[in-house]
């Protein structure tokens, strides 16, 4: 680059400004093969050997492997075709065989940039660059594969584009850390292995990978795979404390299970998980197999979240999430925030916070409690469905289920406790919720991303005389707003003034 | 003060009196439309019951769906006319409705992405609209509030989109 930003935009390590077109990297066509062949030649392959090989079977079989070849010829044509290069202020993606299309996106608009590698494309150094633009929860563009430094400079190109099509002001450090060069951006948080394993024990999803398994197993069964009978000896009959025991052990089994499998997927998922920011982005590094790089401006971001899960609490640990104006796809999620960090310490959330939300103190906030009578709110939401389900069971299965009552002063212990995790704080520029007793999440939304704010009443609230203030933002997703529950009916109509008037007299959202 | 006996919600600051109501001829369409839903939903349990064929004596569920049905029909349409009700403040809007599940909201003017004007078959009979109050929120994204007449929908539809002038980026 010649031209007079020559001192402004330092060049990137190994590539040009692409404003001339550029193709993708020659191995993409070995890519579009495996993913041909996974998606036709393997069901043939399957196809042809469990229909037992007749003819059926095996014009299925060839019938697809036929089919796989103007696929294979159409994905070489693709990227035969396909061209991108960036021209003021605009990223633009020729592509097409039959019909060209041409899709501009301005960069102005460009939200997440991600560069996302299978362990197939660590191996031969290639990854694969997503862009993603607001207002939208699918990948815009998708370059794949790009070489590792032609996608990491065009990554960097985009970003300084970006900056520059905003009108942000850009100095010698907006140079993004590329080629381990970190001393320009500001790391945030680095997890190691032991941290790792700790956020994989103590996460909630345990549980949920647990059910997973034992779902996935379940359906193994139902596979036309023929196993040889095994020859088991005459079985005594099985009494029912013995079949109590096998199935509290099977379920203890699959606990231990999804444990192990969490943990191990922690460790890979998130290995060497590095947090760093600069400028305006933050960036995430992170995974064994699959090296993900994924950056998210900050100004998208719409809302945190503080999740302490009950395991964590104790040991004074969190993670955290953010919510953003169309999340990444490409990211693995099982719920629908993007990883901000896995795990944190508590005396770390406040600085981490502070990175997000600069002018936010999450050390100096003073929680206030919602209503006394949530409690009995709560305990109704508990004790009615377990003293329902204890009388239809009683009704047709087995008088003894009846037992089951004895349950419900339990659940005035499991309202109490939840209420006393529900509060909220109101600090300069951001409004707080927190809930939940198993998860507890805290939620941060800054005051200009409040977009509507409701009070809602179920008919048991209005009973009750409590409400629960409703924090609307543009986070996408399935996400559930920022919700303060149970408030006290007063509160709550004044609480919805208040929050109102802090969205109105925010600065512009943006 | 306000007690539970009000049908309104009380709003600090929010004076029911200047709130403003749907068009009257609204309780008609809902009517109509329960109807047709009860009528739809009968047949489906009939159909259901002919195919599943369960225990019960053949009168019962078809009897009970319908009379709720009617019941709905007679007295839901007047308790919900009541409890809507909209305000246009000077910094936002101000929409409240529900029988059971009550919910109010404020929606500032310079959260309005943009506001569309929406009239199915039996509105258009009527004479009425709706308007969908778009937002970049996501619970609540579209605030609609139908049972308008015509020309009143056209006309907050201008006032709001005017104050809103296309709403704040994300």
Not at chain 1, 53 to 58: A, F, L, N, S, T
Not at chain 1, 108 to 119: K, P
Not at chain 1, 449 to 477: C, E, F, N, S, Y
Not at chain 1, 491 to 505: C, E, F, H, K, P
Request: glycine residues 8%.
């Amino acid at each position: 680059m010649q031209s007079c930003c020559a001192t402004t935009w330092p060049l990137s390590v190994g590539a040009a400004m692409p404003s001339e077109p550029h193709s993708l990297h020659p191995l993409t066509l070995v890519f579009s093969a495996i993913s041909v062949g996974r998606s036709f030649l393997l069901p043939a392959i399957f196809g042809g050997f469990s229909a037992g090989g007749g003819d059926i079977g095996r014009m299925f079989a060839w019938g697809l492997a036929f089919l796989s070849v103007p696929a294979l010829l159409y994905a070489t044509a693709k990227y035969a075709t396909f061209r991108y290069r960036i021209d003021d202020d605009e990223l633009i993606l020729d592509s097409g065989v039959l019909s060209r299309r041409r899709r501009v996106i301005p960069l102005a608009r460009v939200q997440n940039i991600d560069t996302h590698q299978s362990a197939l494309q660590r191996l031969t150094g290639v990854a694969e660059l997503r862009v993603e633009t607001a207002g939208g929860d699918r990948t815009e563009a998708v370059l794949e594969v790009l070489a590792l430094r032609d996608a990491e400079a065009l990554q960097a190109e985009l970003l300084t584009g970006r900056r520059v099509a905003l009108g942000t002001a850009e100095t010698a450090t907006d140079r993004l850390a590329i080629d381990g060069d970190e001393t320009l951006a500001q790391r945030l948080a680095h997890l190691r292995p032991a941290d790792l394993v700790l956020a994989g024990a103590t996460a909630n999803e345990a549980g949920l990978i647990a059910a997973v398994l034992a779902a996935a197993i379940q359906m193994l069964e139902q596979l036309p795979i023929r196993l040889p009978e095994p020859n088991f000896p005459a079985i005594p009959e099985l009494t029912t404390p013995m079949i109590l025991l096998a199935v509290l052990g099977l379920i203890l089994f699959f606990i231990l299970l999804g444990w192990f499998v969490s943990i191990v997927g922690a460790v890979i998922g998130y290995h060497d998980f590095t947090l760093t920011k600069a400028d305006g982005e933050l960036r995430k590094d992170y995974g064994l197999l699959a090296r993900r790089h994924a950056t998210i401006p900050i100004e998208r971001v719409q809302a945190m979240r503080v999740e302490e899960s009950l395991l964590r609490r104790p040991f004074r640990l969190a993670s955290l999430k953010l919510a953003t104006a169309g999340a990444a796809p490409g990211e693995r999620r099982r719920t629908s925030a993007q990883v901000f960090l896995p795990l944190a310490r508590l005396p770390h959330v406040a600085p981490l916070t502070a990175a997000v939300f600069p002018d936010f103190d999450y050390a100096a906030l003073t929680f206030s409690p919602v209503h006394p009578r949530a409690r009995r709110r709560a305990f109704i939401r508990y004790a009615v469905p377990v003293l329902l389900a204890a009388a239809a069971l009683a009704y047709f299965v087995n008088t003894n289920a009846l037992w089951l009552a004895v349950l419900t002063p339990a659940m005035y212990g499991a309202a109490h406790l939840h209420y006393r995790h529900l509060g909220y704080a109101l600090a300069p520029g951001y409004v707080i919720a927190r809930a939940g007793f198993w998860n507890r999440i805290t939620w941060i939304v800054p005051d200009n991303k409040i977009q509507t704010v409701h009070l809602t009443q179920t008919p048991l609230q209005r009973r009750h005389r409590l409400a629960t203030l409703v924090v609307d933002t543009a986070a996408g997703g399935t996400f559930k707003a920022a919700e303060v529950v149970d408030l006290g009916r007063a509160d709550g109509t004044s609480l919805l003034t208040t929050v109102a008037q802090r969205a109105i007299r925010a600065r512009k959202a943006g | 003060m306000n007690t539970e006996d009000t049908p309104a919600m009380a709003e600090a600051g929010q004076d029911d009196s200047a709130l403003r109501c749907l068009d009257g001829r609204v309780t008609l369409l809902w009517r109509v439309a329960m109807l047709i839903r009860t009528v739809v939903l009968t047949a489906i349990v009939l159909g259901a019951q002919g195919v599943l064929d369960p225990p019960v004596p053949t009168a019962l569920i078809p009897t009970v769906v319908a009379a709720l049905g009617i019941a709905t029909v007679l007295f839901l349409p007047q308790a919900r006319f009541r409890s809507w009700g909209y305000q246009v403040r000077a910094d936002d809007l101000f929409v409240r409705r529900g029988v059971l599940w009550r919910i109010a909201s404020v929606i500032p003017h310079t959260r309005i992405q943009h506001v569309d004007t929406r009239r199915g078959p039996l509105e258009r009979w009527l004479g009425l609209s709706s308007i969908v109050v778009y937002t970049a929120g996501i619970r609540g994204a579209d605030v609609t509030i139908p049972g308008l007449a015509r020309a009143d929908a056209e006309l907050l539809r201008d006032h709001l989109a005017a104050l809103g002038g296309g709403g704040d980026a994300v």
